[in-house]
């Protein structure tokens, strides 16, 4: 798709996994067959370029740097499938609303929801407890970690060692670097991708894991 940004994988079953990085936190999946995209934005896309319609979509919450109804319209088709928050679902009028830890099966993925909030004293404002979504995909073998707007990751067995993690890294919104070192160590994926990373200091979050036993792949993702 033109420019954008794409790493490539080999499923367990011999097909092919594709992940486009627009910008910020928006992503798109090639599973096979099946496209998925995470918090399309319409101000990400490549206007020349025709996107191949969703299978499933993917929205953390409800915030304008992650929800964009237009996107959603333009991306969406008959059977596909809208997964959110409860307070997006309401926002947009359809789809399925999956609260924290609940979990739905669409197109041969499983989809769970994990809690994505702020920690950090006064910043609760931000993304509060219980409302907002991370999300896991697990499906051939692959499990792949979407961390949503957060300070903290959930450290259900369910996460640990997962193929491919995105965290968030962007403060007050978001974690620091060293919140994320913490949890890439106690996680240890086989590749961490920091994303949201707005105003993250690039060059420090490369030091930091430079030498990490967990393969740390950094695109552009301001």
């Not at 910043?123 to 792949?144: E, K, Q, S, W």
């Not at 903290?152 to 060692?161: A, K």
């Not at 690039?202 to 950094?218: D, G, P, V």
Request: proline share 4%; aromatic share 12%.
């Amino acid at each position: 798709m033109n420019n954008t940004q794409c790493d490539k994988y080999v499923l367990p079953d011999g097909r092919e996994l594709s992940i486009y990085f627009f910008a910020h936190a928006s992503l798109m999946f090639q599973w096979g067959d099946t496209y998925i995209y995470v918090d399309p934005l319409m101000q990400y896309f490549d206007r020349s370029v025709t996107l191949p319609k969703a299978d499933i979509i993917l929205i953390t919450h409800s915030h304008d740097d992650h929800y964009d109804r237009t996107a959603v319209d333009m991306l969406k088709k008959d059977r596909t499938v809208i997964i959110s928050n409860k307070q997006t679902v309401q926002m947009y009028g359809s789809g399925e609303a999956l609260d924290n830890y609940r979990t739905t099966q669409h197109c041969g993925i499983t989809v769970k929801a994990f809690a994505a909030y702020n920690t950090t004293q006064g910043r609760d404002v931000f993304h509060p407890l219980g409302r907002d979504n991370g999300y896991l995909l697990t499906a051939d073998g692959m499990r792949i970690y979407i961390s949503g707007d957060t300070e903290t990751v959930d450290e259900s067995p369910e996460i640990d060692g997962c193929d491919i993690l995105f965290l968030a890294v962007n403060q007050p919104y978001t974690m620091t670097i060293q919140q994320a070192k913490y949890f890439v160590d106690r996680i240890q994926p086989k590749i961490f991708y920091p994303y949201h990373t707005t105003d993250t200091d690039m060059r420090l979050l490369e030091k930091e894991f430079a030498n990490h036993k967990s393969k740390t792949i950094i695109h552009s993702m301001q």
